[in-house]
C-alpha cells in the first residue's frame, strides 16, 4: 500500500471517523479513498491538499512524507480537535438505514485474516455493501492483477463466502479464494494428480495451471458473484 495512503487511516483513526466520512469531509466521491487503500494505488494530489485544507491541526509533513509528529505542536492548555470529541463507539459491523447489516470490503492485504474468520469489520476502516444476492457472502474483497482475466478484471469486486476446512467439498472448476502458504489467490479449483492435491488454474492462459498440497492450504472462501464497476 502507498505509505501516504497508510497515514490517511491513520488520520481516520485518530479523527475517529470512517474513511467513507473522510471522503465527505474532503469533498471526494464515496469509493475515491476507500478503493485505493484496497489497491494500493496513488490518489489525486488534489485529495491530499484538501485534506491539508480540511484537518489544519495535522502536520502537512507528515501527511506527505511520514517525517514529525502527526499532529502540529499546540498550547498545551488548549485541547485539541481529537481530545474534545467524545469517545466513538465501535460495531462489529455498521448498520444501514433499513436496519440490515451490510457486507465489509475487506482490503486484499487483509483477506488471508478474512478467510481465517480472524479479521473483524471494525478492524478495518471498511466500506459495507447490502447485496441481496449476496445474502451468504462473510466479506468481499476488490481483485487486484489480471491473472484471472477475462472473467475478472483488476478493480471487480467479489463476494466470498468461507468454507469450514474440516468439511470443504470443492466444486470443481468453481473460482476460490485460497489462504495458502504462498499466500492469498483467487484461482479456478480442478482435481490434481492425486487426492493430497488440488491444481490452481488461471482463467489468462498467461499463468500456467500448477498443483499445490491440500496440505498448504490453511481456509477457503467460495467466490459467489461478483460487482463490476465501470
Not at 67 to 91: C, F, H, W
Not at 124 to 150: Q, R
Not at 204 to 224: G, H, K, T, W
Request: aromatic letters at 8%; glycine letters at 6%.
Amino acid at each position: 500500500m502507498c505509505k501516504i495512503l497508510s497515514r490517511i487511516q491513520e488520520l481516520s483513526k485518530h479523527e475517529g471517523i470512517t474513511i467513507g466520512a473522510l471522503e465527505k469531509k474532503i469533498g471526494a466521491s464515496k469509493g475515491v479513498l476507500s478503493r485505493a487503500i484496497a489497491k494500493g494505488t496513488d490518489i489525486q494530489a488534489k485529495w491530499i491538499e484538501s485534506l491539508v485544507e480540511n484537518y489544519p491541526e495535522y502536520s502537512a509533513e507528515w501527511l506527505l512524507t511520514g517525517n514529525g509528529d502527526m499532529l502540529k505542536a499546540t498550547d498545551e492548555s488548549e485541547p485539541t480537535i481529537a481530545e474534545q470529541r467524545p469517545a466513538v463507539a465501535i460495531y462489529p459491523t455498521k448498520h444501514v438505514d433499513d436496519g440490515q447489516q451490510g457486507i465489509p470490503l475487506i482490503p486484499f492485504s487483509a483477506m488471508a485474516g478474512a478467510l481465517r474468520g480472524e479479521i473483524q469489520a471494525f478492524d478495518y476502516e471498511c466500506e459495507h455493501y447490502i447485496v441481496p444476492e449476496f445474502k451468504t457472502a462473510n466479506f468481499l474483497i476488490t481483485i487486484n492483477g489480471d491473472s484471472m482475466l477475462p472473467t475478472y478484471k483488476s478493480g471487480d469486486i467479489v463476494a466470498c463466502q468461507r468454507e469450514a476446512m474440516t468439511s470443504v467439498f470443492f466444486q470443481w472448476n468453481r473460482p476460490y479464494v485460497l489462504d495458502t502458504a504462498q499466500g492469498a489467490i483467487l484461482k479456478r479449483i480442478k482435481p490434481g494428480s492425486d487426492k493430497e492435491h488440488i491444481l490452481i488454474v488461471s482463467d489468462n492462459p498467461a499463468y500456467d495451471p500448477f498443483e499445490l498440497p491440500l496440505s498448504e492450504i490453511y481456509s477457503v472462501a467460495l467466490v459467489i458473484g461478483f460487482i463490476r464497476l465501470e
